[in-house]
């Protein structure tokens, strides 16, 4: 069963940018899709990007479109989301999913990490 442990996330300003990782272990992660989620206080969780297997293949959320990018490095077994242009509206605990089919679905039954807080205040 893979475990996913995500880090990198922290309190930015408005217009900072952040880096998360997702470290993948107990199973290879050149298998599985992987996501990106985020959930803000009060809201419901929300898709954010994904990968395919290969990393031939992104996805992004219109709301973070230009602004964020997933990438993925299996060799390292990781997956990162660079933040750009953050925005206060951005602010929530991020999620990585991972799954052996496309990873977009909020209510997924993926594999999912223990989040990580973004704060984007001034």
């Known amino acids: 069963q893979v475990q996913l442990v995500e880090s990198g996330g922290g309190l930015v300003q408005p217009g900072g940018s952040l880096r998360l990782s997702c470290v993948a272990s107990?199973?290879?992660?050149?298998?599985?899709?992987m996501g990106w989620f985020r959930q803000a206080p009060g809201k419901e969780r929300e898709f954010v990007a994904t990968?395919?297997?290969?990393?031939?293949?992104?996805y992004y959320a219109d709301s973070v479109k230009g602004r964020f990018s997933i990438s993925r490095d299996n060799a390292k077994n990781t997956v990162a989301l660079k933040m750009n242009s953050l925005k206060p509206e951005d602010t929530a605990v991020y999620y990585c999913?991972?799954?052996?089919?496309?990873?977009?679905?909020?209510?997924?039954?993926?594999?999912w990490g223990q989040g990580t807080q973004v704060t984007v205040s001034s």
């Open positions: 999913a991972a799954d052996q089919t496309p990873v977009r679905d909020p209510a997924g039954g993926y594999v």
């Open positions: 107990g199973r290879a992660l050149a298998s599985l899709h």
């Open positions: 990968i395919t297997r290969s990393g031939g293949g992104t």
